[in-house]
């Protein structure tokens, strides 16, 4: 890559070009890689990146975060910067994949990091010493995929050769290496096809990053952040490690009612379709509902009490917390935010709607009631611990409900969803009112809003409305949308 000549125009065809942008205003702005075409050829002529300069933040606050790097008297560490720097690295290579028509693989990261075109999530783990190695974050180079669809698209086959036979013989030794291409995350299904993962199963990482997570929160400390800094500039820097887990949640939620497939085509012999199997779903399920235990959402108290309200200056921003107990730091939204995206995946629509599909081409396959079963299990009728922990358990019971009682009015689930909520809340509302009376204030307190929801619903399912939930900030890594252009010349 070289500088542009003095005087040259970013436009001038003749240079392909990488954008560096500054851009005010919005600190999580998209980077892009687009092609100006030919379309009597298909000839890409020109490519042309936009790379957001604010693309380093992110990494940066990841870095620090995972780090806790400023120690009393030592000197900054470079990690923060080196692997920042890594990731847009990674990030200027991808944006130039899409220049030469390379689409997003999000399946590759299953296989070593196999192609620049996937959403990369860092790669760290922890040290015997209890510190955090962030040297791998980022991969180097580009991927044995993006290897094979570049031999694809780009082969030079000497003259004479039968070009469609050439094309063939790339195409079926990429298959028999194992290669897989799944260019979007279309419907949340495909286990390995995932946005900012890690790892070759999704489930085992998510249960791996919680282990993480919980690590990097019992040791957050005023590390975090630099001396002089205001200290509730702490709640910028737990952000996301808070969230550490949102992407690989959503990537382990695949498996429960998900689909492996391929794009196959008549005759490649790829494997067309297959159902997880349903121990790996209920393996999922373990995992997600693991991310929603008091302890896993709880902050140390000792944190909690280091971030004060926020001095001027320093306003609350999409990338902090928001909450219900007006300026100062709330630990209960904070947990909404987390436990929110966990109930969501859990109960979404379409993948209730596969869950009563699969169970009921297959009995083996788990099925919608048995999930939601269990979560009730596991939320409202779990033993409701005292304290914060108890507040964080009553979170999520009401998050389950609202969940539940949303799938239920929600007129475009399927029928057979929305029937099966109906019964399931109709079993919670029994057993709610069984437990009532004896129940203790706290969980009375707490059975009587259940109740008084599950009338509301009741009174009128069609305009069944349940309360907003908090803000969730936006994800720590960004992303590129897959955006080629096809100009005309
Ligand atoms: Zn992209």
């Given at each position: 890559?070289?500088?542009?000549?003095?005087?040259?125009?970013?436009?001038?065809?003749?240079?392909?070009?990488?954008?560096?942008?500054?851009?005010?205003?919005?600190?999580?702005?998209?980077?892009?890689?687009?092609?100006?075409?030919?379309?009597?050829?298909?000839?890409?002529?020109?490519?042309?990146?936009?790379?957001?300069?604010?693309?380093?933040?992110?990494?940066?606050?990841?870095?620090?975060?995972?780090?806790?790097?400023?120690?009393?008297?030592?000197?900054?560490?470079?990690?923060?910067?080196?692997?920042?720097?890594?990731?847009?690295?990674?990030?200027?290579?991808?944006?130039?994949?899409?220049?030469?028509?390379?689409?997003?693989?999000?399946?590759?990261?299953?296989?070593?990091?196999?192609?620049?075109?996937d959403y990369p999530f860092p790669r760290f783990s922890l040290k015997?010493?209890?510190?955090?190695?962030?040297?791998?974050?980022?991969?180097?180079?580009?991927?044995?995929?993006?290897?094979?669809?570049?031999?694809?698209?780009?082969?030079?086959?000497?003259?004479?050769?039968?070009?469609?036979?050439?094309?063939?013989?790339?195409?079926?030794?990429?298959?028999?290496?194992?290669?897989?291409?799944?260019?979007?995350?279309?419907?949340?299904?495909?286990?390995?096809?995932?946005?900012?993962?890690?790892?070759?199963?999704?489930?085992?990482?998510?249960?791996?990053?919680?282990?993480?997570?919980?690590?990097?929160?019992?040791?957050?400390?005023?590390?975090?952040?630099?001396?002089?800094?205001?200290?509730?500039?702490?709640?910028?820097?737990?952000?996301?490690?808070?969230?550490?887990?949102?992407?690989?949640?959503?990537?382990?939620?695949?498996?429960?009612?998900?689909?492996y497939f391929t794009h196959a085509v008549k005759g490649d012999g790829?494997?067309?379709?297959?159902?997880?199997?349903?121990?790996?779903?209920w393996r999922a399920f373990d995992a997600l509902m693991a991310t929603?235990?008091?302890?896993?959402?709880?902050?140390?108290?000792?944190?909690?009490?280091?971030?004060?309200?926020?001095?001027?200056?320093?306003?609350?921003?999409?990338?902090?917390?928001?909450?219900?107990?007006?300026?100062?730091?709330?630990?209960?939204?904070?947990?909404?935010?987390?436990?929110?995206?966990?109930?969501?995946?859990?109960?979404?629509?379409?993948?209730?709607?596969?869950?009563?599909?699969?169970?009921?081409?297959?009995?083996?396959?788990?099925?919608?009631?048995?999930?939601?079963?269990?979560?009730?299990?596991?939320?409202?009728?779990?033993?409701?611990?005292?304290?914060?922990?108890?507040?964080?358990?009553?979170?999520?019971?009401?998050?389950?409900?609202?969940?539940?009682?949303?799938?239920?009015?929600?007129?475009?689930?399927?029928?057979?969803?929305?029937?099966?909520?109906?019964?399931?809340?109709?079993?919670?509302?029994?057993?709610?009112?069984?437990?009532?009376?004896?129940?203790?204030?706290?969980?009375?307190?707490?059975?009587?809003?259940?109740?008084?929801?599950?009338?509301?619903?009741?009174?009128?399912?069609?305009?069944?409305?349940?309360?907003?939930?908090?803000?969730?900030?936006?994800?720590?890594?960004?992303?590129?949308?897959?955006?080629?252009?096809?100009?005309?010349?």
């Amino acid at each position: 890559m070289k500088e542009l000549p003095e005087g040259a125009d970013p436009m001038d065809i003749r240079y392909n070009v990488v954008n560096w942008v500054d851009r005010a205003g919005n600190p999580r702005a998209f980077s892009y890689g687009s092609s100006y075409i030919d379309p009597r050829t298909g000839e890409i002529i020109k490519g042309v990146v936009t790379l957001g300069s604010d693309r380093h933040r992110q990494d940066y606050l990841l870095a620090e975060g995972l780090l806790q790097p400023y120690k009393p008297g030592q000197p900054v560490p470079t990690a923060m910067a080196t692997m920042a720097l890594a990731r847009v690295r990674q990030l200027s290579a991808h944006e130039i994949g899409h220049t030469l028509g390379l689409y997003h693989n999000f399946t590759s990261s299953t296989k070593d990091r196999g192609s620049v075109m996937d959403y990369p999530f860092p790669r760290f783990s922890l040290k015997a010493d209890g510190t955090v190695d962030v040297s791998q974050a980022y991969a180097t180079g580009i991927g044995s995929w993006d290897k094979r669809a570049i031999l694809w698209g780009y082969q030079d086959f000497p003259k004479g050769t039968d070009e469609a036979a050439g094309l063939e013989k790339i195409m079926k030794e990429t298959l028999a290496q194992g290669h897989i291409f799944i260019p979007d995350i279309g419907g949340y299904v495909h286990p390995t096809a995932n946005q900012w993962d890690e790892g070759t199963n999704a489930v085992t990482q998510l249960n791996t990053l919680m282990n993480v997570r919980r690590h990097v929160l019992d040791n957050f400390s005023t590390n975090a952040i630099p001396a002089g800094a205001p200290m509730a500039t702490l709640e910028e820097v737990l952000v996301p490690m808070y969230l550490l887990h949102r992407y690989q949640v959503e990537a382990a939620a695949k498996s429960l009612g998900g689909l492996y497939f391929t794009h196959a085509v008549k005759g490649d012999g790829q494997v067309i379709t297959r159902m997880v199997a349903p121990a790996e779903q209920w393996r999922a399920f373990d995992a997600l509902m693991a991310t929603v235990t008091p302890t896993a959402l709880a902050l140390p108290e000792a944190l909690i009490k280091q971030i004060p309200p926020r001095p001027s200056g320093f306003p609350s921003s999409m990338e902090t917390f928001s909450g219900h107990t007006g300026p100062t730091f709330d630990p209960i939204a904070a947990a909404e935010t987390a436990a929110a995206l966990t109930i969501a995946s859990v109960l979404n629509p379409e993948r209730a709607a596969r869950l009563v599909e699969y169970h009921a081409r297959d009995a083996q396959q788990p099925g919608f009631l048995p999930v939601v079963d269990k979560m009730l299990a596991q939320t409202w009728k779990a033993p409701l611990p005292a304290g914060y922990k108890g507040e964080l358990q009553v979170l999520v019971n009401n998050l389950t409900l609202k969940s539940l009682l949303q799938l239920a009015a929600a007129p475009d689930a399927a029928e057979s969803v929305r029937g099966e909520s109906l019964l399931e809340v109709a079993g919670l509302k029994q057993w709610m009112t069984a437990h009532l009376a004896a129940a203790p204030p706290r969980h009375k307190a707490s059975l009587l809003f259940g109740l008084a929801q599950i009338r509301k619903f009741e009174d009128d399912p069609n305009k069944f409305v349940p309360n907003p939930g908090v803000d969730t900030p936006p994800g720590p890594p960004s992303a590129c949308p897959a955006w080629i252009s096809w100009a005309t010349t």
